[in-house]
């Protein structure tokens, strides 16, 4: 039976069939791309993000207060370039451009995790600015008073509060990267919708390769949603704790339970 003689459903079985290791592969290279750029983007915007946050002293010098100026200035046009254009636009500057105007001929994966680390990045530098500014300022001056200074300070007291405000907008980066990669097709990147544009030219089957390539798509961006989801519970801890002390005149040992929101009195 030729395809054109199938209904929707063979057509789409004779896809999964005939291009199972082309799908796989294509699903493989999202995956990988997504997952590693989410990561240096965190990456870059940790740094980015906590550069942004430096306030200089009174005391310090003038030299110092005008370098953190001018790289701010920097990291702020940084930010705006990367969040204000299309990723595919910067994919297609990138790759050609540094080609042309550099002489280097990137390769597929150097190009791809390039353009989508930098392009997180620019989207995380605000996400973790935001999240070292919800922590209380109470947070910094205590460590502070105890002889800590910035970098101290933000290792050990404020990213690790941080990390967990912004944890759903990490896994949002994620999700995001994941169909987003798409676009670096554009400069010959075989990932999943690559293998789309590739079967259904081959078979003109335009439909049932999108149906394909959407499930797909979805199953990738539920399942990576749900570990997400889970891993966020666990940084939560148990709900129920045990409280300990070695001071022995404080008597604090024993269950304790997050407060509940208390029953309005009739």
């Known amino acids: 039976m030729s395809i054109s003689e199938m209904n929707f459903l063979q057509r789409m079985l004779y896809i999964l069939e005939q291009y199972s290791g082309s799908l796989a592969k294509g699903a493989a290279t999202t995956m990988v791309i997504a997952i590693v750029c989410t990561a240096l983007g965190c990456v870059i915007g940790f740094a980015v993000g906590i550069v942004q946050t430096l306030e200089p002293k009174k005391k310090d010098n003038i030299f110092y207060k005008i370098i953190l100026k001018v790289i701010k200035l920097l990291l702020t046009a940084y930010v705006e370039l990367f969040r204000g254009t299309p990723m595919m636009l910067q994919a297609a500057f990138i790759y050609y451009g540094a080609s042309q105007v550099f002489g280097l001929n990137l390769g597929m994966w150097q190009a791809a995790i390039l353009i989508v680390s930098i392009n997180t990045g620019a989207y995380m530098a605000e996400t973790v600015r935001g999240g070292i500014l919800s922590v209380d300022i109470g947070q910094t001056e205590g460590a502070k008073a105890i002889g800590m200074n910035h970098f101290q300070t933000m290792l050990s007291v404020i990213l690790p509060q941080a990390l967990r405000n912004i944890m759903p907008q990490i896994g949002n980066n ?27 030219g081959a078979l003109y089957t335009y439909f049932e390769a999108a149906t394909v390539i959407l499930i797909i798509y979805f199953i990738l961006t539920f399942v990576s949603s749900r570990i997400l989801l889970a891993w966020e519970n666990r940084m939560d801890g148990p709900v129920n704790f045990d409280l300990a002390t070695t001071d022995t005149l404080a008597f604090t040992s024993g269950m304790m339970r997050f407060p509940r929101k208390a029953k309005r009195r009739k």
């Open 174 to 200: 994620l999700i995001i990267n994941i169909k987003d990669t798409c676009v670096l097709s554009i400069i010959g990147t075989v990932e999943l919708f690559f293998t789309f544009k590739s079967i259904s």
